[in-house]
Each structure stands twice: as C-alpha cells, then as structure tokens.
C-alpha cells in the first residue's frame, strides 16, 4: 500500500468514530454507554497528538506517544468489555455483581502477568514496558474475542437481541481483535510483513467502526425476554 492510502486509511478512523459519537451523542445513548463514548473520544485526542508528531518524523517521541497512547486504549477497551457485560446483564443482578468481581480479577490476573512475562524477559530488544503492554493487548483482544462468542453461544438462553446497541459494540470490537491476533501470528510466524499486518488492522478497525455508526443509527430495541 502506498503511503498516501496509508494516510488516508489512518485519517479515515477519526473521521468515523467522530461520526459514531456524534450519532451516540444526538440519541442520547452516550449516557447508556459513557464509557464507549470516552474510548472514541480518547481515539480522536490520541490522533491528533500522533498524527502531526509522526509527520514531523521524530521518532523517538512518536514512539513513547504511540506506547502511552496504546495503554490509554487497552484500559479503556477493558473498561468498555466490562460496560458491555454489564449492560447484558443488567436484568440479572446475581451474574452482574459476580461477572464485577470476575473482571476486577481477570484485569488484575492479566496484568500481573504481563508484568511477571515482561520481567523475565530483560533480553527483549523493545524493552520490559512495551513487552507487558503487548502481552496486555494481547489479553485483551483475546477478552473480546470471547465475549463475543459469549454472545453467540448464549444470546438465545440470555434474551439478548442482536440489535442491542451493546451487541453491536461487542461485535465491531471482536471482528477487530480476531484480525489483529491473527495478524500477529502471522507476522510472528513470518508469514506476512509488518506492512501488511498493519494494513489488515487498520482495514478491521475501519469495518468495526462502520458496524458501531450503523448500531448507533438504529433506534433502541428492547431485550425479547
């Protein structure tokens, strides 16, 4: 891919997530979901702090802004797994106050062991702070991934409909951590160069954002139980 398309497939993210919280905002649904409606919000502030920083090609800022910045997006994509569960779960209160604790664990658990992974690992040439971070994204795609399937296995048993706004969260941000951890596997395993793993991300993380502006854009439906 040239470096114009580039460009304008990483310009292209900011435009649409304006556009799905501007559509979340006008339908009052940023109330529903704050914590979403941060995340995209967050994803805009950190592109126009990226975007100028890496076409004035310091590299050495770009990159501490890029590593910050990606941890900034992991807690808030934690945030917004937990925001989903919640809203799923919401007509029942016993798996809603178990499924807090699990996640306050879980987000602990992974974190600990980034931490431990990253500290074993002092030969690695991108140093102890981004190894834990990667592990952490990693971790987190995984969580979306599952709760995905989550959904699919037990949308039917739970009354959830597939045209919750929260279903259509989970699932632009499962299409996205299926590519990048598949893309990441390729990549590791020599399959695919860093050019092209970027450019199947960014093209998953344009579909997510078109499948959270459509959801935005339905009206509210309620749950079929």
Not at 40 to 65: D, E, N, T
Request: overall charge positive.
């Amino acid at each position: 891919m040239s470096p114009t398309l580039q460009t304008a497939l990483w310009i292209s993210h900011p435009v649409l997530e304006v556009a799905v919280a501007a559509t979340l905002y006008a339908r009052k649904r940023h109330q529903t979901f704050p914590v979403f409606f941060t995340y995209l919000a967050a994803q805009v502030v950190m592109f126009c702090v990226q975007f100028p920083i890496q076409k004035l090609g310091s590299y050495s800022l770009y990159f501490y802004s890029y590593w910050t910045c990606t941890g900034i997006t992991l807690a808030l994509g934690f945030k917004v797994i937990y925001e989903i569960f919640v809203d799923v779960f919401r007509p029942y209160h016993a798996l809603k106050d178990l499924g807090a604790v699990l996640f306050k664990w879980a987000g602990l658990v992974m974190l600990l062991a980034a931490v431990v992974i990253a500290a074993a690992s002092p030969s690695s040439e991108q140093g102890s702070v981004i190894e834990a971070v990667m592990i952490t994204q990693r971790g987190v795609r995984v969580i979306h991934c599952g709760l995905i399937m989550f959904l699919l296995v037990f949308s039917r048993h739970l009354g959830v409909s597939w045209k919750q706004n929260s279903c259509g969260i989970a699932l632009g941000f499962g299409l996205y951590s299926a590519v990048e951890l598949g893309s990441f596997a390729l990549y590791s395993s020599g399959r695919e160069s860093a050019a092209t793993a970027a450019t199947l991300v960014g093209f998953s993380y344009l579909l997510a954002a078109g499948v959270w502006l459509v959801y935005a854009s339905f009206k509210t439906f309620p749950r079929v139980i």
